[in-house]
């Protein structure tokens, strides 16, 4: 089969194409990176895996690469199975962690080789080296050697050797995890514009909770090899289906809700920020005295640590309220909305 | 079945094998073969180990040959564990021109070191009939002392510059965390950094042990008497008396046996004690007082310079007229001139030969060290064992393997300079893996995997991304390859055929009785010829590090 043939038409822009992954499976030695995971990412979605390290995150996303064979299962792009095709045949765009940007080559060069490599006319490649720089914001950066470059540009240029070879799928390994706070927060906004105008679908590897809820379209949650929960950001994060995924989204209280003083003999999840002051409280909800044991003011918000009467110490989030004094042993009440609350198994 | 991602890691390792299957485990299985045969080659026996190992002049030759290589590995150490932390540490002046000579005995051919020893300080040498004429006498340098100084002097890099490393790599905060916790600097040194740096000393000391082991030049050149391992395996393979490839064998199985051991027991010990300290910056220089100053500046520079003196020494020689073996003290060209007049095939042989040595080195040693470490499994670990091998092999034994094996059969390569280029591209296939695997080390995984992810199959990735990465690391190695295979002698000796001799034949045989003359001028010869390739590719190394 030719690289050609392989590959489809060239021309074949704005092209949308989702992902389907069947019973996929991959142990090494006796670990089980990934466990049985099935997936459907629909066409133009921006889709995230989460998890912490070691949760088979990568390894599914390489899989989908090509760098990681499975030891089970399938994967399709649209209608096709690829997980047979060799990694250069699968027509992906991804950018790495590390950036992996060719130091041998300028930076029109790193931008010309997936071109150079579907034989792509050397004017068309010209121009579709400028456009892919100027969207990146890195017009008139052609000349330049990457060892010349920051680290965000670094992965600017990686983005736009991705974006250039206008692939069916694009993936990214934690391409923002090498770079400092500031720019990951706007780099992670310009990466969702780039892909929502583009249309591309997208997988997107991280372990930072927040990084994932601000660019995705949907997100699973990965533990231990399976998908722990799949859904859209705010349901993730306001419904967990399970208790790691309560505790791995932000921070919680998960406590037996006999200790909140319910009748049911279940486990919940009470964010931090769903907890007030039983005075700023509408009626209805229940109010719990409690002794602050713990302060701690963090600019924009106040965090709390108090302790109920029979001994549980709940975390509490506000946002900063110059008129109200607050300090470690002050008796306060606590309230919460029963209604709100997240039963997990 | 074969995955996609595996097809240029499996060609690449079947491709290994294959050459180092023939070139190097077969001429050594037969190797070992012969030792174990009778004198029909038909039964298998150990008499020939007990035959060998009961004759007292055998068992002095191994004594004599581990007797010197311990001396000549502990007098090195010595000499250069202080050099180099003086290079890493003191204010030396011209540390960059003392560096530059000090890497050179690693090019240069030993036996020409010690052959100009003999000419100077020899029996009938021009300082020893110089001091005869004050009335002064002095020691011989033939038999052991002379040899344990020439090695020292011709592989005291081989420690030094580890080490000179390993002193850099110390990461100034282990001192400084030392000093706080209340240790003298002297203190800091024996507790601390030579604890840190001891594993570099000892891979350092381990190369120069096993290069005594296998060198065949320098004791051919001064043993006399003695008897040596590696020259005595050779003695009885070519034999002026009935070839004994059973003999021979069982001396090359020993020495290899004893070269292997020597590894195990370095692996065992450094397999424990591997420091990483990850130095931010090289150390800072230490302050010392002017005396301490002067002391290492002088001990630094005389160091280098005597070890370069008997090459420096042979070069004004060739320029003297000798009769016979004699020296006249006269200014000639007379040397040269009978060289290139006799002897410009064996420049031509040597260039060609230590070209293609340089081709196929780099050929078999970058794909495979690309091979070893990138692909981690079984079959990667044995191919990387297989390739190190030739390291624990003495030339002479490995080239009476090539003659054992590959004089009828067939593969017939015997008689042709192809034999020649196939024993030398073995014998430096482990510093071509090793070098290629340390520049891979270097070259990120990722970078490979955005290729292919981009549309290049694994093998053009190979073409387009990873060699030119490497191509300064690959340049070196070809320099390298090609000046130490231009001075080779041990294999050479035993496979060269009539009209493929050597630059180095022609010295060798000017040794063992011809003219001392040509001897000198064709050691000059090889001088020239192993420092403009060096010397280019300083200059090449120096403008690509100043380019980027």
Redesign the interface.
């Known amino acids: 089969m030719s690289v050609q043939d392989a590959r489809g038409p060239q021309d074949d822009e704005g092209q949308m194409t989702s992902i389907v992954i069947k019973g996929a499976r991959r142990a090494f030695g006796t670990v089980r990176a990934v466990d049985g995971v099935d997936l459907a990412v629909a066409e133009g979605e921006f889709f995230t895996l989460l998890g912490p390290s070691g949760c088979g995150k990568t390894t599914l996303l390489r899989m989908i690469a090509g760098f990681t064979e499975l030891d089970a299962g399938e994967i399709r792009f649209g209608e096709r199975r690829i997980d047979k095709l060799s990694a250069h045949r699968r027509d992906i765009g991804m950018v790495f962690q590390n950036y992996a940007v060719f130091p041998n080559l300028t930076v029109a060069g790193n931008v010309a080789y997936g071109l150079k490599a579907r034989r792509v006319s050397a004017v068309e490649i010209g121009e579709r080296v400028e456009q892919a720089l100027a969207l990146v914001q890195l017009k008139g950066y052609g000349e330049r050697q990457p060892h010349q470059l920051s680290g965000g540009q670094l992965q600017r240029v990686a983005i736009a050797r991705a974006l250039v070879i206008r692939p069916q799928v694009l993936l990214f390994d934690e391409p923002l995890s090498n770079l400092d706070a500031r720019l990951r927060v706007s780099m992670r906004g310009e990466i969702r514009e780039l892909q929502k105008s583009l249309g591309i679908t997208s997988i997107y590897v991280t372990h930072d909770q927040e990084e994932a809820m601000s660019v995705s379209d949907r997100i699973a949650l990965m533990n231990a090899g399976k998908l722990e929960q799949v859904g859209v950001p705010a349901d993730i994060y306001r419904k967990p289906a399970t208790r790691f995924a309560a505790e791995f989204m932000g921070t919680t209280n998960l406590v037996e809700a006999t200790r909140l003083g319910l009748a049911a003999p279940v486990w919940v999840s009470l964010r931090p920020e769903a907890l007030r002051f039983g005075e700023d409280a509408p009626a209805g909800w229940r109010r719990l005295p409690a002794t602050a044991t713990h302060v701690e003011m963090l600019g924009p918000l106040t965090r709390l640590e108090a302790k109920l009467a029979n001994g549980t110490v709940l975390r509490m989030a506000m946002l900063d309220a110059p008129q109200r004094q607050l300090s470690a042993g002050q008796a306060v009440t606590l309230a919460f909305d029963a209604n709100q609350l997240t039963i997990v198994p | 079945m074969i995955?996609?991602?595996q097809r240029l890691p499996v060609t690449i390792a079947v491709l290994g094998f294959a050459f180092l299957g023939l070139f190097l485990l077969w001429p050594l299985f037969n190797v070992f073969g012969a030792s174990l045969l009778d004198s029909e080659g038909t039964r298998f026996t150990l008499a020939n180990y007990g035959k060998m190992l009961g004759r007292p002049f055998y068992r002095t030759a191994i004594a004599n040959t581990l007797e010197i290589g311990a001396w000549a590995t502990l007098i090195t150490t010595l000499l250069a564990v202080p050099f180099a932390f003086a290079m890493a540490r003191l204010p030396v002046p011209g540390k960059a021109a003392i560096l530059a000579m000090a890497s050179l005995p690693l090019v240069l051919p030993s036996f020409v070191s010690a052959y100009a020893i003999v000419l100077m300080l020899g029996r009938s040498g021009i300082v020893t009939h110089w001091l005869q004429g004050w009335g002064l006498g002095f020691g011989s340098v033939y038999g052991k002392g002379g040899i344990v100084t020439v090695y020292v002097l011709t592989l005291y890099p081989y420690v030094l510059l580890p080490t000179i490393a390993a002193f850099k790599a110390v990461d100034v905060s282990m001192e400084e965390a030392a000093q706080n916790l209340g240790s003298s600097p002297a203190r800091t040194v024996r507790t601390v950094i030579l604890p840190i740096v001891l594993p570099a000393i000892l891979a350092g000391a381990l190369l120069v042990f096993i290069e005594t082991l296998e060198n065949f030049g320098v004791p051919f050149v001064l043993a006399e008497d003695q008897p040596i391992f590696a020259v005595e395996a050779f003695k009885l393979f070519i034999g002026e008396t009935a070839p004994n490839p059973a003999s021979a064998g069982v001396l090359a199985t020993l020495l290899i046996l004893t070269t292997a051991l020597v590894l195990v027991i370095q692996r065992r010990f450094l397999a424990s004690r591997r420091f990483a300290t990850n130095a931010r910056q090289v150390p800072p220089l230490l302050k010392v007082g002017r005396a301490a100053r002067a002391l290492s500046t002088v001990y630094c520079w005389l160091v280098v310079l005597v070890a370069l003196l008997p090459f420096f020494a042979i070069v004004v020689l060739s320029f003297l007229e000798f009769r016979g073996p004699v020296l006249h003290g006269n200014f000639s060209t007379d040397n040269f001139a009978h060289l290139f007049g006799r002897e410009m095939r064996a420049l031509g042989n040597t260039l060609l030969l230590a070209s293609g040595a340089a081709l196929g080195t780099t050929l078999v040693g970058v794909p495979v060290g690309y091979v070893v470490t990138r692909w981690r499994n079984g079959a990667a670990t044995l191919l990387d064992v297989v390739a190190m091998l030739p390291f624990a092999v003495a030339g002479t034994v490995l080239a009476i393997g090539f003659v054992i094996s590959f004089n009828s059969g067939w593969l017939v390569l015997t008689g042709g300079p192809l034999i020649l280029i196939l024993a030398y591209t073995v014998r430096k296939v482990p510093f071509a893996v090793r070098s290629a695997s340390a520049i891979v080390h270097q070259i990120?995984l990722?970078?490979e995997?955005?290729?292919?992810?981009?549309?290049?199959?694994?093998a053009?990735?190979f073409l387009r991304?990873v060699v030119?990465?490497m191509l300064g690391g690959i340049t070196s190695g070809i320099v390298l390859t090609w000046v130490t295979v231009a001075s080779e002698l041990s294999s050479t000796v035993v496979l060269y055929s009539g009209q493929w001799r050597t630059m180095t034949v022609v010295m060798f045989q000017a040794l063992e009785g011809g003219s001392a003359g040509v001897a000198t001028a064709a050691a000059s010869l090889l001088i020239v010829v192993t420092l403009i390739p060096i010397a280019l590719l300083y200059r090449l190394v120096k403008r690509y590090e100043l380019g980027?």
């Open positions: 995955s996609p991602q990120d990722s970078l995997e955005a290729s292919v992810s981009l549309g290049r199959s694994p053009e990735t991304i030119p990465l980027s």
